[in-house]
């Protein structure tokens, strides 16, 4: 159903995008062909490295007309092989449009190309005293990348997620055309929320080419408490607590002795504490030092007043440092402890996090596999990995189907739902189905047509 | 063993602006916190005193709120320690500060091993530890990255010496300054602090030393006088260059040419 690109569409490819901006065949590095957990792989026919919104509308209109599938690909930090052009055809890549366009100080917004990465943009907030709030573990992942999948991360729990900070997008349909969705506005009552219905689409409905982002001014206190606890069941259960002591912490992360041991390992640097199984960590910021004392002190009281072993104070910036450098850490870390992984991201009402980990204990015994898992605590969304370790092929791919099958079907039971962060892509697709039924995925398979009525933007993903 | 670790307070964010005109940091509603390199000395004297019994004391010069110092290293599990705190310390250079503490460690006893920080991050200048040594009269071996034994009344250390890393021993009681780094230091203790009394500290003024001539102390005691202190030009200019590897190194070749820096 789909063309093959001919010598002729590389050419116009080219002159488009300037001939060393064109790669083919071997000169295309084998990266390109899967994300950072390199479940599925398909290298594309050509990559194209983009640096305009119209070098990109030309591709399309281009692509459209010649019906060659088109996948858009940040810094492939991706988990659900999104980013993977598992159609072949061409591959455009944003990571050189990574300027930061406009720093609007009357409107607090930020305008940027999708390919700069998130640890780019939050010190750029920083630096001009703002707060890019959506502080999800990968922080070299690009803004686009963010967008598409509706990153949260561990500020989530406070300042919500990616889709709350994103104003206006500038995006190309699959036919080339230039849209301008939503506004630098605070409120938008305008018709359906194309807007919206962009963020989290992981690049199946138009292709992101610039964002307005909201930004907050940069709170001036923040501290953190790493909190032990003599096992994960009274860390979790903990959390609810906090949550009905009316303080609402800027991040609740929880993490077991064992996944710390594994970053520990992995970055060569010691954790300041791992003397027991299970820990809590908690951020506060604020304006004054007074109120962010006051809540850390609440908070820490509650905790020892429920079994806590001790509350650290992690107070100054090397403090932090030592900490969140592991916690930053733990996703390769565990990458690293293992022959092959792969990662389930549901996220359950939060209090339901403690049934759900225990679960997964018991299936990792009965199954006889190490499922080690951590995540955030505070919005229920854990990131929990099946590891592979001697597992032969038919051995894995039994043990993954079943772990995975159970895990999600558990979710469910819970009220949860089958990725809290890292979306659908291709390897979540079939769990998606399973879970929603057959009305909302014809819902979105009926957007995705009214899109990109020909399919060629990122096909294969999500509910196709 | 009774090991001493000498800390400081120091501003808490790096961002210190200094007036132009008078040259002096401007700390109001600058938050302090102790010297990080201090941490990583605490925690080796703290493993230390774990591995081989003991208990670890803190000494400090300053202000009587650098009190707050001596709390968070109680937190840490210090067992308390001592505030050298009086105008007349005032002004003190590398000289003066040393002799200060040294006159202060004097009176709080004796002690087999004492550990200072590599340097401070207000200061940065290194040398106190070394100082203080000389005029309590013992060895000393700075930029110390570990401590591998304690035996027969010695110590034994592993050094960085530049491009070499030095094995030695070194007689007690000593002093040794720790490299930065060299450890992840534990956190302070929430359940600790909650227990603090008011009475983790004593304080020691020019009273209470032995040496009573105040031309030792402060800015009279000082060798070296600063003339100005001024905040580095600052340069905000920036300049983004676009290209592949070739277009980009050739523009930033021609950028550090048309600059003359080479």
Redesign the interface.
């Known amino acids: 159903m789909y063309n093959s690109l001919t010598e002729k569409d590389i050419q116009a490819l080219k002159n488009i995008a300037g001939d060393a901006n064109v790669l083919t065949g071997d000169e295309i590095n084998p990266d390109f062909s899967h994300d950072e957990l390199g479940g599925v792989s398909k290298m594309p026919d050509a990559l194209v490295s983009v640096r305009t919104t119209e070098e990109i509308s030309a591709i399309m209109k281009l692509a459209w007309e010649r019906c060659i599938p088109v996948t858009v690909r940040g810094s492939g930090t991706g988990l659900v092989g999104s980013a993977v052009p598992v159609c072949g055809g061409i591959l455009l890549e944003t990571t050189k449009m990574n300027k930061i366009l406009e720093l609007d100080r009357d409107n607090l917004t930020v305008t940027v190309e999708p390919g700069v990465l998130l640890m780019e943009l939050a010190a750029f907030a920083e630096e001009n005293d703002f707060l890019y709030p959506p502080d999800p573990g990968e922080k070299s992942a690009t803004i686009g990348g963010n967008i598409s999948t509706n990153a949260g991360g561990m500020r989530a729990v406070k300042y919500g997620v990616t889709r709350d900070y994103v104003r206006a997008l500038t995006v190309v349909m699959p036919n080339g055309e230039i849209l301008k969705l939503g506004g630098k506005v605070a409120k938008n009552s305008s018709g359906y929320s194309l807007k919206d219905l962009v963020i989290g689409s992981e690049g199946t409905l138009c292709i992101i080419t610039e964002a307005v982002l909201k930004l907050l001014p940069l709170p001036k206190v923040s501290v953190s408490l790493l909190v032990p606890f003599p096992d994960m069941k009274s860390a979790i259960e903990a959390v609810p607590r906090i949550f009905g002591s009316k303080i609402t912490p800027t991040a609740i992360e929880y993490m077991s002795r064992d996944t710390i041991l594994f970053a520990e390992d992995y970055l060569g640097k010691k954790f300041p504490d791992t003397k027991n199984d299970a820990y809590i960590l908690l951020t506060f910021d604020g304006n004054t030092e007074y109120q962010v004392e006051e809540d850390m002190k609440a908070v820490a009281d509650l905790c020892l007043s429920i079994g806590a072993i001790d509350a650290y104070i992690v107070d100054t910036e090397e403090r932090k440092k030592s900490v969140w450098s592991a916690r930053g850490a733990f996703l390769e870390a565990i990458k690293a402890s293992t022959t092959e992984m792969d990662e389930c991201d549901v996220v359950v009402p939060v209090n339901r996090v403690d049934e759900f980990i225990k679960f997964t204990h018991s299936l990792a015994k009965e199954m006889n596999v190490r499922i080690p898992s951590f995540g955030h605590a505070g919005d229920g969304n854990l990131h929990v990995y099946i590891c592979r370790d001697t597992l032969s092929d038919a051995d894995w791919e039994n043990t993954l189907t079943i772990c995975f099958d159970r895990m999600y079907k558990k979710a469910d039971e819970f009220g949860g739902l089958v990725s809290g962060e890292h979306g659908i892509g291709f390897a979540k697709k079939e769990y998606l189905k399973k879970q929603y039924g057959d009305t909302p995925i014809r819902l979105m398979q009926g957007i995705k047509k009214v899109f990109d009525e020909k399919n060629i933007l990122n096909p294969g993903k999500i509910c196709f | 063993m009774k090991i001493l670790v000498c800390i400081k307070q120091v501003p808490?964010s790096s961002n210190v602006e200094v007036d132009p005109v008078t040259g002096v940091l401007k700390r109001d509603g600058i938050?302090s916190?102790?010297n990080?390199y201090d941490?990583y000395s605490l925690e080796l004297a703290l493993s230390l005193a774990e591995k081989y019994g003991g208990e670890v004391e803190t000494i400090t010069m300053g202000p009587p709120q650098a009190k707050s110092i001596i709390d968070e290293a109680v937190?840490m599990g210090a067992k308390g320690g001592t505030v050298l705190s009086d105008r007349k310390f005032a002004g003190a250079d590398v000289l003066a500060t040393a002799y200060t503490i040294s006159q202060g460690i004097k009176k709080c006893g004796e002690f087999d091993l004492i550990i200072c920080g590599k340097q401070t991050t207000d200061g940065d200048t290194a040398q106190v530890g070394a100082e203080v040594s000389e005029f309590l009269n013992i060895p000393n071996v700075s930029n110390v990255l570990s401590v591998d034994a304690i035996e027969d009344k010695k110590l034994f250390v592993t050094a960085s010496l530049d491009e070499k890393i030095v094995k030695m021993s070194i007689n007690l009681p000593c002093l040794i300054s720790a490299e930065g780094d060299i450890?992840?230091?534990?956190?302070?203790?929430?359940?600790v602090?909650q227990t603090l009394t008011g009475d983790t500290a004593r304080f020691f003024s020019f009273a209470d030393f032995d040496d009573q001539n105040p031309d030792n102390y402060g800015l009279s005691g000082s060798a070296t006088q600063v003339e100005r202190i001024f905040p580095p030009e600052k340069n905000s200019e920036k300049a983004?260059i676009d290209g592949?590897a070739e277009e980009q190194s050739e523009a930033l070749f021609e950028l550090i040419r048309s600059k003359k820096l080479i």
């Open positions: 808490g938050s916190k102790l990080p941490l937190c450890n992840t230091p534990r956190l302070p203790s929430y359940k602090k983004v592949d």
